[in-house]
């Protein structure tokens, strides 16, 4: 019994990624004494950023993926944010099994922290353009919320986050709360003036990222390094490992445990609801419950809904909150890495100083109101672009060599801009993910199998994410235009989400509009499975908002006794 | 080229017909990238690439290598017999034209032979070659290597190329200053 009490805390709070790291702050800055869980390693801020503060020089491959890296991971290693750097921030892909049944690029880091340690930053809010898609076209179920009922937590997260931006009244990108904008340079603001003075319904806005521009609750400011995926010694961006975690530890009611891999969330059917987790330690591999009276899952949305289809009982024999079926199902990603590069030759006399890790955004144009609506797909995207003078690695590819060259490569270059797109993916109730029923990872636990692939309206969408960069760099001036279409696996954008999807109906999703499971209302779940539709904004600061408003409603639904 | 080494080229051809094909240790295939007669070509070439000048040049950054190690661990066992491959070829293009091997061909010599090698990838016949057989001009990556470990070394930062470890600031647009070197990263 002791030991029964000594492992009960008001609130479990599985993952310490960007949403667990929320949760934990959230619940006990509210006094409720929280297990955070983590199935990987510590990682403290600052102390355990190894590579922060190397040059340059001190890799050994100055960050050419090595081939053993490449084999060890070779998922991995495919991430934009992975190389010498920062690899040991992503997981062994051979150690951490997984089955493609069509490709699909799991990335993953497990440590304090998680992948908001690498994360790309990029903060944008949805608008009831995304809250009522799903609705308007018939397709999958209606989200159980609208703007109106997230944007006071989206500022409420923002203004702790710091985010980088300017306002600018778009009704398809409402504004943040913002910190001072990272200007264009003199490239992207030609292309801005061009965009606007040619398109009707489209602009180019600088970056909103999280970044802190001036200090900001005793972080910042950025320094302008963009090494950010190695941490931040300067805490210039947000991270669980920076930001939410300090100011959990900070209330004294925070318990965080890492090497704690949650096989699954204990069911006790007379009482009728979770009672807490089971954890196998990494370390001792020995097993142990702890118990909770609420539980948050925010162990990522393919974690979290490993978690939930292996928490099987005589009441959830397809797993946890599952009568639905939904569970493991409607996988989607954005869809990216098409566009288009072009080369500028004017304002050989500019340059920019300082290295800005952010770019410029192009909002969605597409199929926002009646004049710019598409036969060919629904939906849209915006895209992620950026200006610069080409430097000394535009050598490969010159002629030349000598002391002449050599002098040559090093002053500046052409100035090129590169537009790349992040696409909107509908919900696919086939684009789904089940557990094996004879492979088991280390732990003796199922392995997942995902089956996932973009559809016509995404490949339609393609075409024209491609046709429309080309288009506007052509109406910026730019020269030797590049269209470009990497044809990239779902998973590799790191956006991926929608497996225990929020929903009006208990019969058609899982979680309620407070991300509270239909089934099991002590459960609640706020990472990216709990998306309904994935909109084609960069998720995290959504999923952000979402959690403080969660652990709100979780706090005074105990309060009242509810809970 | 000047005069004088266009008659020792050709005298040189001569010869080398002549004295068929004796060899020297520098003149021997080169079948490992960590033999010496490896190391010294690709540190010739690099240098010849990149050389001294008032600031210092390839073999003085380390270059060589660097080069090396990443042709050992960043390439597959087939991209680095291609490279091997295409090294040897150059060599025996030297012997068989200037009669002697490339290291102990005149500086002037060399280059003619470097700038030659640095032109081919351009041509039809080799872009042709790497869409298709996906195979690159060992020169190519000889160069991109140079590249990589010559503008990202800390003896390039000392006046060739321009590196702030903590800028601290972001100013999008400024006027170029005379002389302002590109940034040694972005």
Known sequence: MSSVTENTYDAIVVGSGITGGWAAKELTRHGMKTLLLERGREVYHIKDYPTAINDPWDFEHRLLLTVKLKEASPVQSRCYAFDESTSHFFVNDSENPYVQVKPFSWIRGYQTGGRSLVWGRQCYRFSDLDFEANLKEGIAVDWPIRYRDIAPWYAYVERFVGISGRPESLPQLPDSVFLP???????????????????????????????????????????????????????????????????????????????????EVVYDEVKSRAVGVRVIDAKTRRTTEYYSRIIFLNASTLGTTQILLNSVSRRFPEGLGNGSGQVGRN?????????????????????????????????????????????????????????????????????????????????????????????????????????????????????????????????????????????????AGMKNIRPFDYDSPPGLCTHEMGTVRMGRDPKTSVLNAFNQMHEVRNVFITDGSCMTSSGCQNPSLTYMALTARACDYAVSEMKKGNL | MKRRDALRAGAASVLGILSG??????????????????????????????????????????????????????????????????????????????????????????????????????????????????????????????????????????????????????????????????????
């Not at chain 1, 200007?183 to 600088?206: Q, S």
């Not at chain 2, 005149?106 to 041509?123: I, K, M, T, Y």
């Open chain 1, 181 to 263: 904008p990272m200007e264009m340079n003199c490239v992207e603001k030609h292309m801005a003036r061009r965009i606007r003075e040619t398109f009707e319904n489209r602009v180019m806005i600088e970056g909103r990222a999280a970044h802190v521009t001036v200090q900001h609750l005793g972080r910042g400011p950025c320094q302008y390094r963009n090494l950010c995926a190695r941490g931040c010694p300067f805490a210039g961006y947000f991270s669980t490992n920076s930001a939410t975690l300090p100011a959990a530890q900070e209330t004294g009611n925070l318990t965080l445990r890492p090497f704690s891999i949650v096989t």
């Open chain 1, 331 to 475: 996988l989607m990603d954005h869809h990216f890495q098409v566009g288009a590069a072009g080369d500028y030759e004017g304002f050989p006399d500019r340059y920019y100083e300082g290295r800005r890790p952010n770019g410029t955004y192009i909002p969605r144009f597409r199929n926002i109101d009646e004049k710019t609506r598409r036969r060919d797909y629904l939906r849209g995207f915006g895209y992620q672009a950026r200006g610069k003078r080409l430097g000394w690695e535009r050598a490969g590819m010159t002629p030349g060599v000598g002391a002449r060259f050599k002098e040559r490569m090093a002053v500046p270059g052409i100035w090129n801009m590169w537009l790349g797109g992040w696409g909107e993916c509908l919900p696919y109730p086939d684009n789904r993910v089940w557990l094996s029923k004879d492979k088991v990872d280390m732990w003796g636990l199922p392995i997942l199998h995902v089956d996932c692939s973009f559809r016509e309206n995404e490949l339609s969408m393609r075409r024209d994410m491609k046709n429309s960069a080309a288009e506007m760099l052509e109406a």
């Open chain 2, 21 to 186: 094909c004796r060899s020297s240790s520098s003149e021997a295939e080169i079948t490992d990238l960590s033999s010496p007669q490896a190391h010294d070509l690709i540190s010739v070439l690099a240098e010849i690439i990149l050389p001294e000048t008032d600031t210092p040049g390839a073999k003085s950054a380390g270059v060589d290598q660097f080069i090396i190690r990443a042709l050992n661990d960043c390439h597959t066992a087939r991209e680095r017999a291609a490279f091997v491959q295409g090294l040897n070829e150059f060599q025996k293009q030297c012997r068989s034209r200037f009669g002697m091997p490339f290291l102990q061909c005149s500086a002037s010599l060399q280059l003619v032979l470097v700038e030659e090698a640095d032109r081919e990838p351009f041509g039809l016949w080799s872009r042709i070659k790497s869409r298709v057989l996906r195979r690159t001009h060992f020169f190519r990556t000889l160069k991109r290597l140079t590249a990589l470990g010559y503008f990202t070394s800390r003896e390039a930062t000392t006046g060739v190329v321009a590196y702030e470890q903590i800028p601290g600031r972001w100013t999008g647009c400024v006027e170029l200053k005379t002389g302002q070197k590109t940034w040694a990263s972005e």
